[in-house]
């Protein structure tokens, strides 16, 4: 064999390299991802508001679930608490019973009876602060939105989007 090409150099260079890879790879800087939080995606349910409260700075709203169908997927039309509305659909609260769901600071609110115009008329799609919603709740004489069905949407089970149905 050659002076510079012999099994003891071969082995020498085939150690140092081995040695030199393992340490590299214990040296090397593990990335780790943040856990991503699981975002529910966002629901849309109808229901009576019944109560908004302001408990340790955390607005609760209380709530009746129902059902706003059209008329014709209507299987049992003898429900003793529906209430039929002129646009083919119907609203049937099959039992009352009232939950709390949190709401988010930022929820979007649209009401369609608060205020009237100069000319007598409803203000349509009028956006209202979660303030201004909690101070009607808790007015004596506002008792009527009670009656008033909302389309509210949650995700993450808080509420972000509130919605008052226009019944003529």
């Known amino acids: ?37 699981m975002v529910s995606p966002e629901i849309e349910i109808f229901a009576y508001i019944n109560n908004v ?20 997927n209507s299987v049992n039309q003898n429900y003793v608490n529906k209430i039929d509305l002129p646009n083919g659909y119907s609203i049937i609260n ?9 709401v988010l600071d930022s929820v979007d609110i649209t009401m369609q009876t608060l205020n009237y115009d100069n000319f007598g008329n409803f203000k349509f799609n009028e956006k209202v602060s979660l303030s201004n919603l909690i101070y ?15 389309r509210i949407k949650l995700s993450n089970d808080q509420i972000t989007s509130i919605i008052e149905i226009y019944i003529p």
């Not at 009607?136 to 909302?150: G, T």
């Open 1 to 37: 064999m050659s002076k510079y090409f012999n099994i003891s150099n071969l082995s020498f260079v085939a150690l140092l390299w081995f040695f030199v890879f393992t340490i590299s790879c214990k040296d090397a800087e593990v990335i780790k991802l943040p856990k991503s939080k």
């Open 53 to 72: 409260i302001k408990i340790e700075g955390k607005t609760l709203i209380v709530i009746d679930v129902i059902d706003y169908n059209n008329n014709d």
């Open 94 to 102: 099959k039992k009352v019973e009232l939950i709390k769901k949190m």
């Open 136 to 150: 009607i709740y808790n007015m004596p004489n506002m008792v009527r939105y009670k009656q008033i069905p909302f």
